[in-house]
């Protein structure tokens, strides 16, 4: 079997088994996979990474380059998108739709489980939350990205 062979069925049994633990957490969506397992997802094309943060986050934050991006909330309120999935199913028409592997992520992981959790709700089969989300938790100096998130772990990533 050949390298590239065995580390797509290592991922894929990651997504097994935060489906494993999903269904055992009674979740209502998919699963959590940690960024680090996000990215090789996304990087092997066996993912699409859906950011899911403000266009605000995004710009002044940063981004993961060729990321989607379907707003969960928007404005510096982050009022609650009501387009959320519309506009969801509308960018992944050409990418798999409801069947895709879709790994969403925002600041820390928690909106993004909210989100997962809408976008199972509406039919998407493979809706994962990113675990720690792009800055992760704040630490006891009340600061991110220190302990945990998508940019602590050296992932891609960008800043207009």
Known sequence: MSSAVADEAVLAGELELAQADAARLGLAYAGGVAPPIAWELVRNGQ???????????????????????V????????????????????????EGGKQAVLLLLCRSGKRSALAAEAAAKAGFA????????????????????????WRFHGLPWAQD
């Open 71 to 94: 707003p969960w909330a928007t404005g510096t309120s982050l009022t609650r998108n009501p387009r959320f999935v519309r506009e969801l199913e509308a960018k992944l028409a050409n």
């Open 126 to 149: 493979y809706a994962f939350n990113v675990t720690e989300g792009f800055e992760g938790e704040i630490d006891s100096a009340q600061q991110r990205g220190r302990r945990d998130g």
């Open 47 to 69: 993912a699409i990474l859906v950011d899911v943060r403000s266009g605000e986050e995004r710009k002044f934050v940063g981004h993961v380059p060729g990321s989607l991006h």
